[in-house]
């Protein structure tokens, strides 16, 4: 059974930062692409940022120079750097995973190829 656990979220102020983490566990699974999407209340969830096992990444244009998605070295952990955070980040963060490389192809991944999801974690910047 693959899992993933989300943590980090929290309240910052305009300007701040915080680091988001994905734990990955499951026997027998090698993911390929791993994601980070958010959803905003009344909104579509929409890609954030992309990591493929090769540390390829990809970010949407309305984060990109302020987030930075990284791995551990036994990619198990997959993290979200956010900094100079604004009020429009503010929504639930999950993140997502998928053994296909493809998933990651683009910089608009694409929720309904990923197979596995976290439970979320909340993130709400203040002004």
């Given amino acids: 059974q693959v899992q993933l656990v989300e943590s980090?979220?929290?309240s910052v102020q305009t300007g701040g930062s915080l680091t988001l983490s994905c734990g990955v566990?499951?026997?027998?699974y090698s993911w390929r692409?791993?994601?980070w999407f958010r959803q905003a209340p009344g909104k579509e969830r929409e890609g954030v940022a992309t990591i493929d096992s090769d540390a390829v990444t990809t970010y949407a244009d309305s984060v990109k120079g302020r987030f930075t998605?990284?791995?551990?070295?036994?990619?198990?952990?997959v993290y979200l750097q956010m900094n100079s955070m604004q009020p429009e980040d503010t929504a639930m963060y999950y993140c997502a995973a998928?053994?296909?490389?493809?998933?990651?192809?683009?910089?608009?991944?694409?929720?309904?190829?990923?197979?596995?999801?976290?439970q979320g974690t909340q993130v709400t910047v203040s002004v």
Avoid: E, H, I, K
């Fill in 25 to 28: 566990s499951g026997y027998a």
């Fill in 8 to 10: 980090g979220g929290g």
């Fill in 98 to 118: 998928d053994r296909r490389l493809a998933s990651c192809a683009g910089n608009s991944p694409v929720p309904l190829s990923f197979n596995y999801w976290g």
């Fill in 33 to 35: 692409c791993m994601a």
């Fill in 69 to 77: 998605v990284s791995q551990d070295s036994a990619q198990s952990t």
